[in-house]
């Protein structure tokens, strides 16, 4: 079993930045690929990012550029800086915890961007 708690969530303007982090509990951390999600008003949940166990890292072609994913194994926490963030990112975001056949997930934060 794994707990997630993200933070970090919150209202920016366009163009701003924020950084999600997500805690992680409960097993060996850096077993795990650990990815971003998010998903929109009416639309399905869509991976953002992603960062394997080796350090192997994916990102959807809409945020390529401008978010940036890492892990601190040492602290059992995961990351998502985002920059240049546009009125599209405006989500729920959630933090994955992934190996095999398992998959945990956090409760969600919320970022907003709007003018």
């Known amino acids: 079993q794994v707990q997630l708690v993200e933070s970090g969530g919150g209202l920016v303007q366009p163009g701003g930045s924020l950084r999600l982090s997500c805690a992680a509990s409960?097993?060996?951390?850096?077993?795990?690929?650990m990815g971003w999600y998010r998903q929109a008003p009416g639309k399905q949940r869509e991976l953002v990012a992603v960062i394997s166990s080796f350090g192997t890292i994916k990102y959807v072609d809409s945020v390529k550029g401008r978010f940036t994913i890492s892990r601190d194994n040492a602290k059992n926490t995961v990351f998502l800086q985002m920059n240049s963030l546009k009125l599209e990112d405006t989500a729920v975001y959630y933090c994955n915890a992934h190996r095999g056949k398992n998959d945990y997930w956090g409760q969600g934060t919320q970022v907003t961007v709007s003018s």
């Open positions: 409960g097993s060996t951390f850096s077993i795990y690929a």
